[in-house]
């Protein structure tokens, strides 16, 4: 089972990918994973990754914009609290504040 906080690096990784891949020219995923990740690195910030997938810049991830992020289309409606069909900055900040660290 995902923690929030592998669900919100998830996101990250989805999102930040396609981006990195347009502005290199060509994705090689080889590459990445031949490179070891460091333990220092620090978390994917909620905020963050929230401003990457709010493409129209509403204050709101909708369903089109989910479906850049095949882990946000899973959980949308986990984190869209008031069922509005729409994830405010507030729902997305609550959801990621109230995990476990533990787990």
Known sequence: ?????LICA????SVLAPLVAAAAGAFTPVALD???????????????V?????????SRIDGD?????APLVK????IDT????????TEWVAYFQHQDPRT
């Open 1 to 5: 089972m995902l923690t929030k906080r």
């Open 10 to 13: 998830s996101l990250t990784l």
């Open 34 to 48: 031949s490179q070891p990740q460091r333990a220092t690195e620090p978390e994917p910030d909620a905020n963050y």
């Open 50 to 58: 929230f401003g990457l997938l709010d493409r129209n810049s509403d």
């Open 65 to 69: 914009e989910a479906r850049a992020s």
């Open 75 to 78: 959980y949308f409606g986990d």
């Open 82 to 89: 008031d069922s509005d069909g729409k994830i405010s900055r």
